[in-house]
T-cell receptor
């Protein structure tokens, strides 16, 4: 149980375009989802926390207008990178939880390359 | 800002050797987790420690949570090539996980 999927697993887009990444909890209802970014050879950095039906809470230094997060259902959260630039190229990982104090289950990640 | 510093940053050893990875912070965490991550994949949870001084064993892996709940260690006995990967500690603070800086382990046959 507790499976989280991400789609796509990798994506290449041109500079200036937008790209959407999906995070789904397959066998449980995820009240809270988290989005992380991981640059090569670095650790995971939390970008934002989203709760179903409400606005996401962004970490300091993360532009909310650039990284749009939608958590419209208990099994799906999306991260849209708007007007992507090469410096946005990274590994984006989501996690899902049944609540703020519950275990986080991680997705397999999405590799974004902006050319 | 809570920081979790891991040491060493990189570790390259021969199969059969023992190793210890450290995770240190000046902050107190309600719990601490250890993950292993392989290239191109999400992190996989190895263990959660909750109580200060707690020791947990998972086959050849031994995890310890510091008495003050600010630090932790991971000890691997008789490392195998399959142990190769990025090891991450993560401290829970309220509803967030704060990840450590990571330790990249390579075990050669």
């Amino acid at each position: 149980g507790a499976v989280v999927s991400q789609h796509p697993s990798w994506v290449i887009c041109k500079s200036g375009t937008s790209v959407k990444i999906e995070c789904r909890s397959l066998d449980f209802q995820a009240t809270t989802m988290f989005w992380y970014r991981q640059f090569p050879k670095q650790s995971l950095m939390l970008m934002a926390t989203s709760n179903e039906g409400s606005k996401a809470t962004y970490e300091q230094g993360v532009e909310k207008d650039k990284f749009l997060i939608n958590h419209a259902s208990l099994t799906l959260s999306t991260l849209t990178v708007t007007s992507a630039h090469p410096e946005d190229s990274s590994f984006y990982i989501c996690s899902a939880s049944q609540g703020r104090s519950y275990e986080q289950y991680f997705g397999p990640g999405t590799r974004l390359t902006v050319t | 800002t809570q920081l979790l510093e891991q040491s060493p940053q990189f570790l390259s050893i021969q199969e059969g050797e023992n190793l210890t990875v450290y995770c240190n912070s000046s902050s107190v965490f309600s719990s601490l987790q250890w993950y292993r991550q392989e290239p191109g994949e999400g992190p996989v949870l190895l263990v959660t420690v909750v109580t200060g001084g707690e020791v947990k064993k998972l086959k050849r892996l031994t995890f310890q949570f510091g008495d003050a709940r600010k630090d932790s260690s991971l000890h691997i006995t008789a490392a195998q090539p399959g142990d190769t990967g990025l090891y991450l500690c993560a401290g829970r603070h309220t509803d967030k996980l704060i990840f450590g800086t990571g330790t990249r382990l390579q075990v050669f046959p």
